[in-house]
């Protein structure tokens, strides 16, 4: 059974930095999207960022384009995100995604292309 699990989640003052972990178990795979969304209450789920495994491209919600960086080690099958300079507004519940069919095109991010899913880190950001 294939699993996503999101580590590295919790609270920091604006300015900071965190980095999210999203570790692949159960799967061997070479080519997958990766992909991050966040959500907070009463709102849909936001896609923040998303990585190609071969090959590595990569792709930002402009919201958070220069501040967060994807990447992914495929000797850990992990995906990582890198969050600077962070902001209240980036306080969300944080969702590691995969599509390891080949579903997902570069610009068009959507929820039902992603097959699996984490079960989400909180990060919460203070002023």
């Known amino acids: 059974q294939v699993q996503l699990v999101e580590s590295g989640g919790g609270s920091v003052q604006a300015g900071g930095s965190l980095r999210l972990a999203c570790t692949v178990s159960?799967?061997?795979?070479?080519?997958?999207?990766m992909a991050w969304w966040r959500q907070t209450p009463g709102n849909e789920r936001d896609w923040v960022a998303a990585i190609w495994t071969e090959g590595e491209s990569t792709y930002y919600a402009e919201s958070v384009k220069g501040r967060f960086t994807i990447s992914h080690d495929s000797a850990k099958n992990t995906v990582y995100l890198q969050m600077t300079s962070l902001k209240p507004e980036d306080t969300a519940m944080y969702f590691c995604?995969?599509?390891?069919?080949?579903?997902?095109?570069?610009?068009?991010?959507?929820?039902?292309?992603?097959?699996?899913w984490g079960k989400g880190t909180q990060v919460t950001v203070s002023s």
């Open positions: 995604a995969a599509d390891f069919n080949g579903q997902v095109v570069a610009g068009s991010w959507y929820e039902i292309h992603f097959e699996t």
């Open positions: 159960g799967k061997t795979y070479r080519r997958a999207c």
